[in-house]
Nanobody, 118 residues
Framework: QVQLVESGGGLVQAGGSLRLSCAAS????????MGWYRQAPGKQRELVATITNGGITNYADSVKGRFTISRENAKNTVYLQMNSLRAEDTAVYFCNLHWKIIVSKDYWGQGTQVTVSS
């Protein structure tokens, strides 16, 4: 059983910063990708950023230069540092853990609310 527990969401003014954390526990395959997705009201869930166990990162164009994803493999923890936040960053942010051994596995956290006031 794999569990993901997120923390760090909240309310911040535009231009401010927040740092999200997500800790994974359970039987985790070491070759994996951890990432953050978000879902705003009335919109589909979208990718924010991902990072492989080797440190290769990928960002949505909308957050490049403002958000930084990082991870600590020994702790199975991924972080999302969000700077220069905008009202349009308001959403529920979900942590994701993905790996593929013949078949793909995806695990999700419960989500954490990020609200940016303008």
């Amino acid at each position: 059983q794999v569990q993901l527990v997120e923390s760090g969401g909240g309310l911040v003014q535009a231009g401010g910063s927040l740092r999200l954390s997500c800790a994974a526990s359970g039987s985790i395959f070491s070759l994996n990708i951890m990432g953050w997705y978000r879902q705003a009201p009335g919109k589909q869930r979208e990718l924010v950023a991902t990072i492989t166990n080797g440190g290769i990162t990928n960002y949505a164009d909308s957050v490049k230069g403002r958000f930084t994803i990082s991870r600590e493999n020994a702790k199975n923890t991924v972080y999302l540092q969000m700077n220069s936040l905008r009202a349009e960053d308001t959403a529920v942010y979900f942590c994701n853990l993905h790996w593929k051994i013949i078949v793909s596995k995806d695990y999700w956290g419960q989500g954490t609310q990020v609200t940016v006031s303008s």
